[in-house]
Structure formats: C-alpha cells, structure tokens
C-alpha cells in the first residue's frame, strides 16, 4: 500500500532561525534568495522563539534531507498509509 510521507516541525522550541532547512530547499528548487521559499521561519512576539511555517508544496522535495539539514532536530517525517493511518 503506498505512503505518504510528511515532514513535520515536531520541535519547534528548538529552532535557533540558522535557516539550513531553507536553504537545503531553496537548493533542491535550484532557486537563490528566499523568493517562493516553501520553509519560512519567523521571530515570535518574545523575540526569543521562532515560528516555523511549511507550504504543503514542500513535502513534494526530498524531506529526509531537509530533516537531516536541521542540527536541531526540528523536524520529524510522518508516514500514512492510503487510509490516513500513522505508521
Ligand atoms: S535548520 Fe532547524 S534550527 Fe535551523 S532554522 Fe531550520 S528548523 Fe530552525
């Protein structure tokens, strides 16, 4: 039966901002700069957290190497199968 693999921001209280996850998708649309970035991350109202927002459109890259890319481990990639079932 064929998954669906989805990345996910499981430890967003981790995220330092280095943007490494932008720029490894970035890379992957062969695209410079932040134009059209699927991967945006803002500063929050505490200036101390960062907010991390995903266009769906990104789970279309390769997400393994994004997760990998992160040295904090933001991100987690959730599997499902045709029926929605977590794996
Ligand atoms: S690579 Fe990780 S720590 Fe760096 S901005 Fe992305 S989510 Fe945050």
Request: net charge positive; charged share 35%; aromatic share 6%.
């Given at each position: 039966?064929?998954?669906?693999?989805?990345?996910?921001?499981?430890?967003?209280?981790?995220?330092?901002?280095?943007?490494?996850c932008?720029?490894?998708?970035?890379?992957?649309?062969?695209?410079?700069g932040?134009?059209?970035?699927?991967i945006?991350?803002?500063?929050?109202?505490?200036?101390?957290?960062?907010?991390?927002?995903l266009?769906p459109?990104?789970?279309?890259?390769?997400?393994?190497?994004?997760?990998?890319?992160?040295?904090?481990?933001v991100?987690?990639i959730e599997?499902r199968d045709?029926?929605?079932l977590?794996?």
């Open positions: 039966m064929p998954k669906t693999k989805t990345l996910r921001v499981t430890f967003p209280e981790r995220c330092r901002r280095c943007e490494l932008v720029m490894e998708s970035q890379r992957q649309l062969e695209k410079v932040l134009e059209g970035a699927l945006r991350i803002s500063k929050n109202n505490d200036a101390l957290s960062f907010s991390i927002y266009d459109q990104v789970n279309k890259l390769d997400i393994e190497k994004i997760r990998t890319r992160c040295p904090m481990e991100y987690t599997e045709e029926d929605g977590f794996n």
